[in-house]
């Protein structure tokens, strides 16, 4: 158990829809990292925050976005789904260094 | 632009040793992570690499050469547990932002 969460587990939607994906970091981490893995593409960085600010963007579609919160927990907000956003996304944590990112469970999309 | 490459698979006995390369090609270095990651699951760190030079952690030992842009992970006296995808990530200068190869996937057999 890394000690960062993720929720929901599981989430099925149709295309056209939006939802959101939750994430809490360890306790203490300022960090929150946001990566999409799909099975064709690998761990794909999209974004990272450090204490309520946006420090890093990657590959993020404008259809997506993020914040992370005063209580350091983070949403990332998918919109206009289509098929190929089916994938596992995955939120790490890390404290200030950043040496090392601890990943949460992750949560699997699929986009009916 | 970034690059990270891996070998996709390799398989090996129960018992031995195996190495997996990992070259890369990035605007900025800051640091080499190789992280576990079982089918389904989310990576685990096995190590980091800042300095060149051989970090020996168990079973576990992670290289790496900055000029050479070069690095590998060796396990030894594998296990059938082992079995699993290892991933090389390249964490870039100016923050904290790690790119990740697609990752080789490793088959321990008995």
């Known amino acids: 158990d890394s000690g960062v969460t993720q929720t929901p587990k599981h989430l099925i939607t149709a295309t056209g829809q939006r939802v959101t994906l939750r994430c809490s970091p360890r306790?203490?981490?300022?960090?929150v990292y946001w990566y999409q893995q799909s099975l064709d593409q690998g761990l794909q960085f999209l974004i990272q925050?450090?204490?309520?600010?946006?420090?890093a963007k990657g590959n993020i579609l404008e259809r997506f976005s993020a914040q992370q919160f005063p209580d350091l927990h983070s949403e990332l907000n998918l919109s206009s789904l289509e098929l190929g956003d089916s994938a596992l996304y995955f939120c790490?944590?890390?404290?200030?260094?950043?040496?090392?990112?601890?990943f949460g469970p992750g949560t699997r999309l699929t986009v009916l | 632009g970034q690059n990270i490459d891996q070998p996709t698979e390799m398989t090996a006995t129960e018992g031995a040793i195996v190495q997996i390369n990992c070259t890369y090609q990035t605007s900025g270095f800051n640091g080499l992570f190789w992280y576990q990651q079982h089918a389904g699951e989310a990576p685990t760190f096995l190590s980091y690499n800042v300095l060149d030079g051989l970090e020996e952690k168990g079973r576990f030992s992670s290289f790496l050469s900055r000029s050479k842009g070069y690095s590998y992970l060796l396990l030894k006296e594998l296990q059938m547990k082992d079995s699993a995808s290892y991933l090389c990530?390249?964490?870039?200068?100016?923050?904290?932002?790690?790119?990740f190869g697609a990752g080789t996937r490793l088959f321990v057999k008995a």
């Open positions: 790490a944590s890390s404290d200030g260094r950043g040496y090392t990112q601890y």
């Open positions: 990530a390249v964490r870039l200068t100016g923050g904290f932002k790690t790119i």
């Open positions: 306790s203490g981490d300022l960090s």
């Open positions: 925050y450090y204490n309520g600010e946006e420090r």
